[in-house]
């Protein structure tokens, strides 16, 4: 199984039709099978033919075997994912280096890409999201921050996700 978040730079009416037009493109390419370093290199191409050069997309690429309990993954720049290990009861970042998507448009996007593979146990569960979360301000001005989204990751893990989800969000 594939799984793919990213993010878009911009606003409104513009940022809308071009995730729309990614969105179609990147279930093109993830279909021919590609590695997700392939897949980042392939889609840094599309990028650079269909977006304006101010626009950039960050985006991650999971490749999940669930006979192997392993991922092999790429990041262009998306927010590192979060593992929650049961075992250790622990949280770490899948981070590994990676260029955005349209900011290099005339040269390979490969060699500032790292796909990795790393594996998991039952019960691990992985926590994916957008700097939405971490730079949400609150009244005072202070961003949520990675600090505390791992902090509430710890003390929500053991809800279902919709309620995970809801109380990161509250």
């Known amino acids: 199984a594939n799984l793919v978040i990213g993010d878009i730079s911009g606003k409104g009416a513009t940022a809308a039709f071009n ?9 093109s390419l993830i279909q021919l099978g590609y590695g997700p370093k392939n897949f980042l290199e392939l889609a840094n191409q599309a ?3 269909c977006l304006e050069p101010e626009t950039f997309i960050t985006i991650s690429v999971f490749q999940i075997d669930v006979q192997n309990n392993s991922i092999l993954m790429a990041r262009a720049g998306h927010c590192p994912a979060l593992h929650y290990c049961k075992s250790k009861n622990s949280i770490s970042y899948l981070n590994s280096k990676g260029l955005g998507l349209g900011i290099l448009r005339d040269e390979p996007l490969s060699p500032f890409l790292d796909e ?7 019960g691990d569960k992985f926590i994916l999201f957008t700097d939405g979360i971490v730079e949400a301000k609150n009244k005072k001005g202070l961003a ?13 893990i053991s809800l279902e996700p919709v309620s995970f989800n809801k109380r990161i969000v509250e």
Do not use: D, N, V
């Not at 949520?144 to 929500?156: C, I, N, S, T």
């Open 19 to 27: 995730t729309a037009q990614m969105k179609g493109i990147f279930h």
């Open 47 to 49: 990028c650079s033919r």
């Open 116 to 122: 990795s593979l790393m594996t998991y146990s039952t």
């Open 144 to 156: 949520f921050g990675y600090p505390r989204l791992e902090q509430m990751a710890l003390e929500f």
